[in-house]
């Protein structure tokens, strides 16, 4: 492994409402629900967050919106781990241009390999940066919220920012188990008193969705991963939040949740998937959350989500880990079809 690649590995994302599914060996299959096709959305934090743009992008027809804490803009690595470090990290090299992501954006959709800009521009955008962030430089959140104004049809009325000064790199949770909101580090869900996940869901799906209040009820379920990735570097299984009323066939919303470096569940075990706040608004509003997860493996020990081409081809000259031929974007986008019933897995 390369010294570039050494500090690669060093990158961070990184109310329970549910009853939790006793861990087995051989986790079930995802299921099929009653999603309704125009409420799904996509979330991540730091390398998942560049995940989740990256599927944003790609599939916006699906992904109608979108919640991004502590990354910075879509394409920024541009395929160049040399990038990835050190103008979408930090900006020691100084920041990506954006001027030449609006090309590379450009490129992709004369090629297909992207959605539309109609498409695009009706998207709902949520963008959330601690000022105290030292893995992921603020500027680079700034960069990603000017590149959305520019896609949207209405910036002022669909993308909303928001800024914690004193929070360092993670997901902002309003709990006093989590880490010190200056301080950081594992399992990187800061106590800030911010409840992120209800703030990102409030604005992706409506400010009257319904508070949790405890009372709600649903299931934490593991699933088998195989039949989506075929060997790319995810985990065997991933997880599933499903409301009981969903569970039973009611209509329901989905977001697709994605963490951190860091921050798996072979890496931190169940915390992220049980400790987000996420599962308990989903709980009190209808709203399915599948977390899928990346395993931790040579080329990337610390299990961040591929957002500068580690899992693509390494013959490849351009690879496309951030348009729809991306595995680890075709795998992610399987499962929401599968979970949606849109598609078979496979």
């Given at each position: 492994?390369?010294?570039?690649?050494?500090?690669?590995?060093?990158f961070?994302v990184?109310?329970?409402?549910t009853?939790?599914?006793?861990?087995?060996?051989s986790?079930?299959?995802?299921?099929v629900?009653?999603?309704?096709?125009?409420?799904?959305?996509?979330?991540?934090?730091?390398?998942?967050?560049?995940?989740?743009?990256?599927?944003?992008?790609?599939?916006?027809?699906?992904?109608?919106?979108?919640?991004?804490?502590?990354?910075?803009?879509?394409?920024?690595?541009?395929?160049?781990?040399?990038?990835?470090?050190?103008?979408?990290?930090?900006?020691?090299?100084?920041?990506?241009?954006?001027?030449?992501?609006?090309?590379?954006h450009a490129?992709?959709?004369?090629a297909?390999?992207?959605?539309?800009p109609?498409?695009?521009?009706?998207?709902?955008?949520?963008?959330?940066?601690?000022?105290q962030?030292d893995?992921?430089?603020p500027?680079?959140?700034?960069?990603?919220?000017n590149?959305?104004?520019?896609?949207?049809?209405?910036?002022?009325?669909?993308?909303?920012?928001?800024?914690?000064?004193?929070?360092?790199?993670?997901w902002?949770?309003?709990s006093?188990?989590?880490?010190?909101c200056?301080q950081?580090?594992?399992?990187?869900?800061l106590?800030?008193?911010?409840?992120?996940?209800?703030?990102?869901?409030?604005?992706?799906y409506?400010?009257?969705l319904?508070s949790?209040?405890?009372?709600?009820?649903?299931?934490?379920?593991?699933?088998?991963?195989?039949?989506?990735?075929?060997?790319?570097?995810?985990?065997?299984?991933?997880?599933?939040?499903?409301?009981?009323?969903?569970?039973?066939?009611?209509?329901?919303?989905l977001?697709?949740?994605l963490?951190g470096?860091?921050m798996?569940?072979?890496?931190?075990?169940?915390?992220?998937?049980?400790?987000?706040g996420l599962?308990?608004?989903?709980?009190?509003?209808?709203?399915?959350?599948?977390?899928?997860?990346?395993e931790p493996?040579?080329?990337?020990?610390?299990?961040?989500?591929?957002?500068?081409?580690?899992?693509?081809?390494?013959?490849?000259?351009?690879?496309l880990?951030?348009?729809r031929?991306?595995r680890?974007?075709?795998?992610i986008?399987?499962?929401?079809?599968?979970?949606?019933?849109?598609a078979?897995?496979?």
């Amino acid at each position: 492994m390369n010294a570039l690649a050494v500090v690669a590995a060093s990158f961070l994302v990184a109310l329970p409402a549910t009853v939790l599914a006793e861990p087995s060996t051989s986790p079930a299959p995802l299921p099929v629900l009653n999603i309704e096709p125009d409420t799904i959305s996509v979330m991540g934090v730091s390398s998942g967050g560049y995940m989740a743009t990256q599927l944003a992008v790609a599939w916006p027809a699906w992904f109608s919106g979108l919640a991004v804490f502590a990354a910075g803009p879509w394409g920024c690595a541009q395929g160049t781990l040399s990038q990835a470090l050190m103008r979408c990290m930090q900006t020691r090299f100084g920041p990506p241009d954006l001027e030449s992501l609006h090309q590379r954006h450009a490129d992709y959709q004369h090629a297909g390999r992207v959605g539309t800009p109609d498409e695009l521009a009706k998207q709902r955008v949520y963008l959330w940066h601690g000022g105290q962030d030292d893995v992921v430089d603020p500027q680079l959140g700034t960069l990603l919220a000017n590149q959305y104004r520019g896609w949207l049809s209405d910036p002022e009325t669909q993308l909303k920012t928001a800024h914690s000064p004193l929070a360092a790199h993670g997901w902002p949770v309003a709990s006093s188990t989590a880490a010190d909101c200056s301080q950081g580090g594992s399992p990187y869900l800061l106590d800030c008193g911010v409840d992120g996940a209800g703030q990102a869901l409030q604005w992706l799906y409506g400010s009257d969705l319904q508070s949790p209040t405890g009372e709600e009820r649903g299931m934490l379920m593991p699933f088998d991963q195989f039949p989506f990735y075929d060997g790319h570097r995810l985990a065997e299984q991933g997880y599933v939040y499903v409301p009981k009323v969903c569970e039973e066939g009611a209509s329901c919303a989905l977001t697709v949740a994605l963490h951190g470096c860091d921050m798996s569940a072979e890496q931190i075990g169940e915390t992220f998937v049980r400790e987000s706040g996420l599962n308990a608004w989903a709980a009190a509003n209808r709203i399915v959350v599948l977390y899928p997860q990346v395993e931790p493996s040579l080329p990337n020990p610390k299990a961040c989500w591929d957002w500068w081409g580690y899992d693509e081809s390494s013959w490849q000259r351009d690879p496309l880990y951030d348009s729809r031929q991306g595995r680890q974007v075709q795998a992610i986008k399987a499962m929401v079809d599968h979970l949606s019933g849109l598609a078979p897995a496979g």
